[in-house]
Nanobody, 122 residues
Framework: QVQLVESGGGLVQAGGSLRLSCAASARTFRRYAMGWFRQAPGKEREFVAAISWSGGSTYYADSVKGRFTISRDNVKNTLYLQTNSLKPEDTAVYYC???????????????WGQGTQVTVSS
């Protein structure tokens, strides 16, 4: 069982940056592939970024490639998402998730956090 708690969301102007964090409860954190997803009002949850258990492999949605960076610290049991050059269309609730293998599909992940709101004003 893994409990995930996101933080770092907030209100930012377009072009600004936020660093999202996801703290994991389990010492087995290092065994899990991790992902970030987001959901805007009235839209389906969508893939943002994913990282392998070692951090050696990363994947990004085309919409955030070059602007967002996913990383992890397996000593601190924490996942990060550095978001730069934010746009109003990045406004959503951002969720972190843990799963057995690195995937871009939400259904492949076993554990989810409660989400953190990111709002980008124009």
């Amino acid at each position: 069982q893994v409990q995930l708690v996101e933080s770092g969301g907030g209100l930012v102007q377009a072009g600004g940056s936020l660093r999202l964090s996801c703290a994991a409860s389990a010492r087995t954190f290092r065994r899990y592939a991790m992902g970030w997803f987001r959901q805007a009002p009235g839209k389906e949850r969508e893939f943002v970024a994913a990282i392998s258990w070692s951090g050696g492999s990363t994947y990004y949605a085309d919409s955030v490639k070059g602007r967002f960076t996913i990383s992890r610290d397996n000593v601190k049991n924490t996942l990060y998402l550095q978001t730069n050059s934010l746009k109003p269309e990045d406004t959503a609730v951002y969720y972190c998730a843990a799963g057995g293998v690195i995937q871009v599909v939400a259904g492949a992940y076993d554990y989810w956090g409660q989400g953190t709101q990111v709002t980008v004003s124009s």
